[in-house]
Structure formats: C-alpha cells, structure tokens
C-alpha cells in the first residue's frame, strides 16, 4: 500500500530555513506529481508546491519564492526548502501524491501524516 512518511519539521526562529523530506513507497514514484500542503487548525490546508514527473514546478503566488520542491526519484524522496520563515509560516506540512498535478489539495489521493514546522 501507498506510504508517505514527512520529515525534517521542528522549530525554527523567524528568518531561518528548513529542508523537510517526504519519502515515498508502494507507488510508481517518478510516474506520480508530488504536492506539499500546510495547515493551520481551523483553516482549509493550502498548496505550497507541486512537482509534476518531468520536473516541472507549481508554486501559489502568495509565498514570494521562498519555498522550493523537487524530487529524487532514485529515492523515491521529494523535498521542500523552505527560507526566509516567518511566524505565518508555522503550520502542519503534508507531502502528498496525485497522478495530476493541481495546487488544490482535492486533486491529491494520497498524504503523509505531516510534520509540524513552528516558527517562533
């Protein structure tokens, strides 16, 4: 079965940077577009990124270009950079995998159980 497992969150002080990691298994992974979403309780989780199979990336126009995806398909693993952290940015992260990639969080079938990035 389809497994995502999230890493890399923690807490972090305004103007730093985190790497958080998702790595993938049970799913064809090069052949899948791979988000990351964020979510606050009491709000919709929002896209942050999305990376189509060739490599092609997604992005809402809202963070600026601080945030960067990609993914190593060799290990079935695909990453977040995240810079320039503010406390808006705190927030439970999920990698998830879809065969199409949209920043909305209903065109993805598959999701991790999150980590947790505070920035304080």
């Known amino acids: 079965h389809v497994q995502l497992v999230e890493s890399g969150g923690g807490s972090v002080r305004p103007g730093g940077s985190l790497r958080l990691s998702c790595a993938a298994s049970?799913?064809?992974?090069?052949?899948?577009?791979m988000g990351w979403f964020r979510q606050v309780p009491g709000k919709e989780r929002e896209g942050v990124a999305t990376?189509?199979?060739?490599?092609?990336?997604d992005y809402p126009h809202t963070l600026s270009g601080r945030f960067t995806i990609s993914r190593e398909n060799a290990k079935n693993t695909v990453y977040l950079e995240v810079n320039s952290l503010t406390p808006e940015d705190t927030a439970m992260y999920y990698c998830?995998?879809?065969?199409?990639?949209?920043?909305?969080?209903?065109?993805?079938?598959?999701w991790g159980q999150g980590t947790q990035v505070t920035v304080s």
């Open positions: 990376i189509d199979p060739d490599g092609k990336t």
């Open positions: 998830a995998a879809a065969q199409y990639c949209r920043l909305q969080p209903t065109a993805f079938g598959y």
């Open positions: 049970g799913l064809d992974f090069s052949n899948y577009c």
